[in-house]
Protein backbone atom coordinates (compact mmCIF):
# COMPACT_ATOMS: atom_id res chain seq x y z
CA UNK A 1 0.00 0.00 0.00
CA UNK A 2 1.38 3.60 -1.00
CA UNK A 3 1.77 6.59 1.47
CA UNK A 4 -1.10 8.08 -0.19
CA UNK A 5 -3.34 5.05 -0.27
CA UNK A 6 -2.81 4.83 3.54
CA UNK A 7 -3.75 8.49 3.66
CA UNK A 8 -7.20 7.91 2.04
CA UNK A 9 -7.61 5.01 3.92
CA UNK A 10 -6.75 6.71 7.32
CA UNK A 11 -8.93 9.77 6.14
CA UNK A 12 -11.60 7.75 5.32
CA UNK A 13 -12.18 5.79 8.89
CA UNK A 14 -11.98 9.04 10.42
CA UNK A 15 -14.91 10.29 8.51
CA UNK A 16 -16.89 6.99 9.17
CA UNK A 17 -16.20 7.34 12.94
CA UNK A 18 -17.75 10.44 13.07
CA UNK A 19 -21.17 9.43 13.04
CA UNK A 20 -23.30 6.57 14.06
CA UNK A 21 -26.28 4.71 11.74
CA UNK A 22 -29.33 2.95 13.87
CA UNK A 23 -32.29 1.38 12.87
CA UNK A 24 -35.03 2.35 15.80
CA UNK A 25 -37.71 0.40 16.42
CA UNK A 26 -40.49 1.05 18.75
CA UNK A 27 -43.57 2.95 19.41
CA UNK A 28 -44.29 6.26 18.01
CA UNK A 29 -43.92 8.42 21.13
CA UNK A 30 -41.28 6.30 22.27
CA UNK A 31 -38.90 7.14 19.30
CA UNK A 32 -40.56 10.57 18.92
CA UNK A 33 -38.68 11.52 22.53
CA UNK A 34 -35.43 10.38 21.42
CA UNK A 35 -35.54 11.96 18.06
CA UNK A 36 -36.15 15.00 20.22
CA UNK A 37 -33.35 14.73 22.63
CA UNK A 38 -30.84 13.99 20.30
CA UNK A 39 -31.83 17.03 18.30
CA UNK A 40 -31.50 19.06 21.15
CA UNK A 41 -27.96 17.99 21.97
CA UNK A 42 -26.86 18.54 18.25
CA UNK A 43 -26.04 15.21 17.34
CA UNK A 44 -28.96 14.45 15.48
CA UNK A 45 -27.83 14.68 11.36
CA UNK A 46 -31.05 12.98 9.80
CA UNK A 47 -34.26 10.79 10.95
CA UNK A 48 -36.28 8.46 8.26
CA UNK A 49 -39.60 9.27 7.86
CA UNK A 50 -41.69 6.38 10.06
CA UNK A 51 -42.15 3.37 8.27
CA UNK A 52 -44.91 1.22 10.13
CA UNK A 53 -43.97 -2.72 11.02
CA UNK A 54 -46.93 -4.11 9.59
CA UNK A 55 -49.62 -6.19 10.51
CA UNK A 56 -51.21 -5.41 13.55
CA UNK A 57 -48.20 -4.68 15.39
CA UNK A 58 -48.44 -0.55 16.40
CA UNK A 59 -44.64 0.14 16.48
CA UNK A 60 -42.49 1.50 13.67
CA UNK A 61 -39.43 1.79 12.42
CA UNK A 62 -37.21 4.94 12.08
CA UNK A 63 -33.45 4.77 10.62
CA UNK A 64 -30.91 7.63 12.60
CA UNK A 65 -27.54 9.33 11.93
CA UNK A 66 -26.07 10.32 15.05
CA UNK A 67 -22.91 12.55 14.95
CA UNK A 68 -20.68 11.09 17.81
CA UNK A 69 -18.18 14.06 18.34
Not at 28 to 43: K, L, N, Q, T
Amino acid sequence: MTTRERTYARADNQRAAQYTELWVIGRPEDIAAMVRAAGMSGRLIYVSSPTPMGGDDNRQRRYLRLRTN
